[in-house]
């Protein structure tokens, strides 16, 4: 694996929290306009309908939801997230770090190999950060920790993600529930093989040590571009969630060959429990507005093929046509 491996899991990450995906190298193929959005209007074998929109969990400014995203919303009677947004809330994620994030009988640097505890070191020094704070911190909880703050040095703000512009001004009175809980998406991590969560954090400790990216000078050579691979790469996902290129972000997420072992628990096994979950709303009698990462709605085991086959009518939505200018 290559230190861009890393980079692609920070996007999966970012695509749905625990999300894996392929071998990201630069340069890659630039999103493309699609006229469609990331969105799906579903229809249950019983008649009740419902919405399926996959999110990103990062934003870097301020954006508008086209038209028929709204109208979606305004057409639901409940809003169905991963989690509940009470769940991410600084004090509720502590806890929740506490209960299976840390070492019990062996410390961090017991627990990987010279090298990786040293690429750690690193990456403390360069952040700022005293080793005292990781020592008995599991490889995945630190791997999330480097990812954190690859975000937020990278220019990026979890507070302008789809979620959050969702509960915060899209449909700040909609009712919200989780299809999964904190706890459940931390034991996954937690369950992933010792060696995989050190390949995971060694990976992504190498792309957060890069050296910025190189672009072309006005007199032909190249000089730093002053950003990392991980801003340039997530740049790009945010460019494909807003063309609605759900081939670009399926290449990311599904790209690599993942052992079963990591995609069943990671990927697979959670669709089809966000699969159960949707069609417990649906028994309830509710009008869901699902949103969840993009990385959940790829392939034939992603949500919009997963409720297909459970017989749905499934539908993905175009984007509505910008308006014609008025004549004066």
Not at 285 to 310: I, K, S, T, Y
Request: charged share 25%.
């Amino acid at each position: 694996m290559t230190h861009r491996t890393g980079l692609a899991w920070a996007l999966a990450l970012l695509l749905g929290p625990l999300g894996f995906g392929c071998a990201t190298s630069k340069p890659l193929v630039p999103p493309i306009e699609t006229g469609q959005l990331l969105l799906w209007e579903a229809v249950a074998p019983t008649g009740e309908p419902l919405h399926l929109l996959g999110t990103l969990h990062i934003g870097r400014s301020s954006y508008e939801f086209d038209p028929a995203i709204q109208a979606a919303l305004d057409d639901s009677d409940v809003l169905a997230l991963e989690l509940r947004m009470s769940e991410l809330e600084p004090e509720a994620i502590r806890i929740a770090f506490a209960k299976v994030g840390l070492f019990a009988d062996q410390g961090l640097f017991e627990a990987v190999s010279p090298e990786t505890g040293e690429l750690v070191r690193q990456w403390l020094e360069a952040s700022g950060t005293s080793e005292e704070s990781v020592r008995s911190v599991k490889p995945w909880a630190v791997w999330l920790m480097v990812m954190s703050t690859a975000v937020e040095s990278g220019g990026f703000e979890f507070d302008k993600g789809v979620e959050s512009k969702l509960t915060v001004d899209a449909a700040p009175s909609l009712p919200t529930v989780g299809l999964e809980t904190l706890d459940s998406q931390l034991a996954t991590l937690d369950a992933l093989p010792a060696e995989f969560q050190e390949e995971m954090l060694r990976d992504s400790l190498e792309a957060a040590l890069a050296p910025p990216t190189k672009e072309p000078s006005a007199g032909g050579s190249e000089e730093d571009s002053g950003r990392t691979e991980f801003a340039e790469a997530a740049d790009q996902m945010i460019d494909a969630w807003q063309k609605g290129d759900l081939d670009w972000i399926e290449r990311q997420v599904l790209g690599q060959a993942t052992p079963e072992e990591i995609s069943d628990p990671v990927i697979v096994a959670r669709n089809h429990n966000m699969a159960a979950g949707i069609e417990r709303l649906i028994t309830e009698g509710h009008r869901p507005f699902v949103a969840v990462g993009a990385a959940h709605m790829v392939g034939d085991q992603g949500l919009p093929q997963l409720l297909v086959g459970r017989g749905y009518r499934v539908r993905r939505v175009p984007k509505t046509p910008p308006s014609a200018p008025s004549e004066e």
